[in-house]
């Protein structure tokens, strides 16, 4: 056996093996590859259908027509013993074995050895890698730890639901994806054109002088396309939420873009392979970040350096074959806000990202326009526009050629969401009080212009968290005051007479800038947040001046400190913020000093908020942080995520010693981050104590109505019931139960 070969050959099948056009080629080629090297007779894959069933997907060596058609009950015959037993199964002669089970129609009789290694994710056997021999033998330790080592490769990349359906028929198989805008959308695909700009090649550029002819054209060229679909755009959303466009529109005159560009043409480089490289350069910047919603502004990057590749291409849209009457799902790769932008108004039914996230562009504009979409659903193969399908944004999931009763079904839960939407829009200016008169304070997150109206429009009450690190990324150098006072003035403003907190710039570690790189073994616990600003006070300084100017008027500021752990970064910043309201109040402005508060998500800063009283005038849990350094535990790592869950016991018991240190030291109390809408959680943290939640602006009218629907002493009841369970999906489980009473 060439075991070290094989070895080092894995590598490059389970590259080919992800690169392959279907899943059926996919686990042919994992057989065919072992039955070789092994020197077996056969080499099998059965893998776990919903049903439990270990249905035969691949074999070599089998009766090909047994492929698909064979299933084995749960736990029967030999590979079910290997998978309830999760343990490798090596017998000389399967025939005599206890377990044996005989499947009819593989002709398997023939072979004696039995060899089954269970294929494990995420702790759940997915499926069983089977060889078997004529001759009588077991295998030799270094042959089964070989197996089993490939099984372990295996369970990653084999996606057990998506293969064995794909044997059969695609009708209504399901693709599991993120939740990127809730509802229900029943319409027909229509595929979004596949421009990639980061697939190009570099080439040599034979006539710089032209090049950059047509460079300049290409930009004015697309810059009226984006004024167009504004326009377009502009009658269904309002003035913030179109103002992505604006952004596309900085981005089409930004220098680093423009000039970068040039440079690399005058390099040598031609057009595409110029745009190529300073597009994926801006595109990793964002792509590297730690922060979820920074790192999802590489989408916004990639959709505009494909837009400019298409239209050098000469790919234009066809928004004349629409059928005027046929609702549209758009799917693809990416869909752009173009391609929304195109789509007639009224027809928009659904949008199904095989990448991004829910913090994109594509994701906010789904929210506003009230369109369900599902992101990052991974390649979807085997659709075709005018196929139909089903889009469930609540649950994340994409159901492709759905058959009349599934349809139906489907119909009947639209009808009720809308009846539920005009239900939730008359809450909008209705306060969320629960049903014994507590009120709860809700808040909306946001990080750019364009989520600045869907929050008010959703009834949010304030801004409780606004990220300023936007303008820092999308320059080539640090913004300068007055570019920050333009940008903060406007968030100010638009919530004028309602309570505004601007985190400080949270940046460094895994946030670099792209003019000042850093480089650190281990970000997340590095240069960042208020540690990266006070070691540059000048920037820091400039910051602080910008928000206070863009107050001026409004009294409505509140500043956030990001990533406090100690005594003596509260002091720093203090030393600040009255040295800027003493040089301002010199200039002749008439500011006052703002409330200053911290996100609690450092641990350490849990044991020291009694002793800040004096430095801080209120506290907001960022439960997404918090919970990942409590747990140790990155939920964004899909390795690890699956132990993810804000309502640990650990989690929640830190919350809680959070809310009543605030409490018994005055200090009003809100919190952000995914907790704030996930009901459960939202049930949990009321019975805390939590009385401000900050949440996306989709989330307002769904958790207001949960509010409304509750009373203190019911949640108070909860909360207390489940300080006696020690692990969260029971905590989970029995609070989802109790909703369900509602």
């Known amino acids: 056996m060439r075991f070290v070969t094989a070895i080092l050959e894995l590598t490059r099948i389970v590259q080919a093996v992800s690169e392959a056009e279907s899943s059926a080629v996919q686990v042919s080629m994992i057989v065919d590859f072992i039955q070789s090297y092994m020197g077996v007779d056969v080499c099998s894959l059965y893998l776990a259908n919903n049903a439990g069933e270990m249905v035969l ?96 490769q295996l369970a990653l990349v084999v996606a057990s639901d998506a293969i064995w359906e794909g044997t059969n028929n695609i009708k209504d198989s399901v693709v599991s994806g993120i939740k990127g805008a809730p509802g229900t959308g029943i319409g027909r695909i229509r595929l979004c054109e596949d421009v990639d700009l980061f697939s190009v090649t570099d080439g040599s550029c034979p006539d710089v002088e032209t090049a950059l002819e047509q460079w300049n054209s290409l930009l004015h060229s697309v810059r009226e396309d984006v ?53 994926q350069h801006h595109a990793d910047l964002f792509l590297a970040m730690g922060d979820p919603y920074l790192r999802a502004r590489h989408e916004d990057i990639r959709h505009l350096g494909n837009k400019l590749y298409g239209a050098w291409r000469g790919i234009q849209a066809s928004p ?53 979409a599902v992101m990052g659903t991974g390649a979807i193969r085997g659709v075709f526009s005018d196929d139909a399908v089903i889009v469930d944004g609540n649950l994340g999931q994409v159901i492709l050629q759905p058959s009349a009763s599934v349809v139906q079904e489907y119909q009947h839960l639209f009808e009720a969401e809308q009846q539920q939407k005009d239900a939730l829009k008359i809450l909008r200016d209705q306060p969320a009080i629960t049903l014994d008169g507590q009120k709860i304070r809700l808040y909306a997150n946001s990080g750019l212009l364009a989520d600045i109206s869907p929050g008010l429009e959703n009834g949010a009450e304030g801004l409780g968290l606004y990220r300023t690190e936007i303008p820092f990324m999308v320059s080539d150098a640090f913004p300068s005051e007055d570019e920050q006072l333009n940008l903060y003035r406007q968030v100010l403003h638009a919530y004028v007479n309602k309570p505004v907190y601007m985190r ?26 208020i540690r990266f600003c006070l070691d540059n006070s000048s920037l820091f300084m400039s910051q602080i001046r910008a928000m206070l100017r863009a107050s001026e008027g409004t009294n409505n500021l509140h500043i956030l400190l990001p990533m406090v752990s100690s005594t003596s970064e509260l002091v720093a910043f203090h030393e600040l913020l009255s040295d800027a309201l003493a040089q301002l109040k010199l200039e002749g402005l008439n500011v006052e000093k703002p409330p200053v508060g911290i996100m609690v998500e450092v641990p350490a800063a849990i044991s020291q908020l009694a002793s800040w009283r004096d430095h801080i005038d209120f506290v907001s849990i960022g439960s997404n942080d918090l919970s990942q350094y409590l747990l140790a535990m990155d939920r964004n790592n899909p390795r690890v995520s699956k132990g993810y869950d804000h309502v640990h016991p650990s989690v929640l018991n830190e919350i809680a010693r959070i809310i009543d240190t605030a409490e018994k030291n005055d200090l009003p109390l809100s919190l952000c981050g995914e907790m704030s809408s996930d009901p459960v959680a939202v049930v949990l943290l009321i019975g805390l104590g939590v009385r401000t939640l900050s949440m996306s602006a989709a989330q307002l009218p769904k958790i207001k109505w949960l509010i409304r629907s509750i009373d203190i002493e019911k949640a108070r009841s909860l909360a207390a019931e489940v300080k006696s369970m020690n692990d969260a999906g029971e905590i989970r489980k029995f609070v989802e139960e109790e909703l369900k009473t509602l």
């Open 504 to 529: 400080v710039l949270d940046i460094g570690g895994d946030k670099p800038l792209p003019y000042f790189p850093i480089r650190e073994d281990n970000p997340a616990l590095g240069w960042r947040g």
């Open 320 to 372: 004349d074959s629409f059928s005027p009457q046929t609702p549209v799902v758009l799917v693809g790769e990416q869909v752009s806000v173009s391609d929304i932008a195109q789509v007639p108004d009224g027809l928009l039914a659904g949008i199904v990202c095989m990448q991004g996230s829910v913090l994109s562009h594509t994701a906010v504009l789904a929210n506003a326009l009230g369109i369900p």
């Open 57 to 152: 997907t691949a074999s070599r060596g089998l009766d090909p027509r047994a492929i698909g058609n064979v299933r084995i009950p749960s736990g029967k015959g030999l590979v079910g013993l290997a998978a309830q037993s999760r343990h490798p199964v090596n017998v000389a002669d399967a025939s005599t074995h206890t377990a044996f089970y005989p499947v009819a129609g593989t002709q398997e009789e023939q072979f004696s050895s039995f060899f089954g290694a269970p294929l494990v994710r995420q702790g759940v056997v997915i499926g069983v890698l089977v060889t078997q021999s004529r001759e009588h033998r077991v295998l030799s330790e270094e042959e089964s730890g070989f197996l089993v080592t490939l099984g372990s």
């Open 227 to 279: 004024k167009r679909e504004q326009i377009n755009l502009g009658v269904k959303l309002s003035q913030d939420v179109s103002a992505i466009f604006d952004a596309y529109m900085l981005l089409l005159s930004d220098p680093s873009l423009v000039e970068g560009v040039e440079k690399a043409i005058r390099d040598g480089h031609h057009l595409p392979g110029a745009l190529r490289l300073v597009i």
